[in-house]
């Protein structure tokens, strides 16, 4: 059975400092707050380490059978779980409208032609593929090359009817590209391909070194294309960081980024021409 006194008494003195005349000088409110700071760290202390003054104060005011507080906890955990899924489905829309405005850029900007993947050379398996356009349907080397608003690379090579993809992790692959927490902008290029990992490298992230800054980059930042370059428009998803390193002696983060697409299953691609180009 909890003491209905001191609990008074705590809410007296609550209501005394927060309504005392604004005439009232400093003086008064001080003298009023030490007298009850024992009454209020009583109940603090006094209850369960877990709750805190306002549960007390709820189970004066609003008493609850146990039953009533595990129905109330449950859907208050409902809620929450909904509210997380309400704040994901808003992200979802507004990287939807972010893709329908990049969608209106690219169109104007260039003429995606759809091209199939005819095959790949063993000896780059992981990093290039064949598509059956080349120089016939307007190809030229240097486009890029995306899937479903993600970037998969450039064209290396063109003949008469087909051409060479660069993929990504391709060591002449290089990319114009930003964090897009902060707009930070490097250079993604490939060379880090292996037969256990398909990854990038991001360049030229500076470190200001001042404490109070925005870190430039940090895992699971997601990468997009600049648009400062003539390839891509802006806002394309090229991949996410998986790994940050910086050396106390250097200037610049050490970047490795995991790629938006599994480059080891493309079937179809769309390459970027230029409109007048």
Avoid at 23 to 40: G, I, K
Avoid at 87 to 98: A, C, G, T, Y
Avoid at 168 to 181: F, G, T, W, Y
Wanted: charged share 20%; hydrophobic share 45%.
């Amino acid at each position: 059975m909890i003491d209905f006194k001191p609990l008074l008494l705590f809410l007296i003195a609550i209501a005394l400092t927060i309504y005392l005349p604004i005439s009232t000088s400093e003086l008064t409110r001080l003298e009023v707050q030490s007298v009850f700071a024992p009454v209020t760290r009583f109940l603090v202390h006094s209850r369960i380490k877990t709750a805190s003054v306002f549960d007390v104060v709820a189970d004066c005011l609003w008493p609850m059978e146990p039953s009533q507080k595990s129905h109330l906890l449950k859907a208050n955990r409902i809620m929450h779980d909904r509210l997380i899924t309400l704040s994901d489905e808003v992200s979802n829309l507004e990287r939807l409208l972010k893709d329908t405005n990049n969608h209106r850029i690219l169109t104007a900007r260039f003429i995606p032609i759809p091209a199939d993947v005819l095959g790949r050379n063993y000896q780059h398996f992981l990093d290039e593929l064949t598509v059956d356009v080349g120089e016939i349907d307007g190809i030229k080397v240097g486009m890029g090359v995306v899937q479903g608003g993600r970037v998969l690379g450039r064209i290396k090579s063109v003949s008469a009817k087909s051409s060479t993809v660069a993929l990504l992790v391709h060591n002449s692959c290089k990319i114009a590209s930003c964090i897009e927490r902060n707009k930070k902008q490097g250079l993604l290029e490939g060379g880090k391909t292996n037969a256990f990992s398909l990854l990038c490298s991001m360049k030229y992230l500076f470190d200001s070194g001042k404490p109070n800054e925005n870190i430039a980059v940090k895992l699971d930042d997601r990468v997009l294309t600049s648009g400062t370059d003539p390839v891509f428009p802006s806002g394309l998803f090229v991949g996410t960081v998986v790994n940050v390193e910086k050396l106390s002696t250097e200037m610049f983060y050490r970047v490795a980024v995991k790629p938006a697409i599994d480059l080891s299953a493309i079937y179809s691609v769309v390459i970027l021409k230029p409109v007048g180009g």
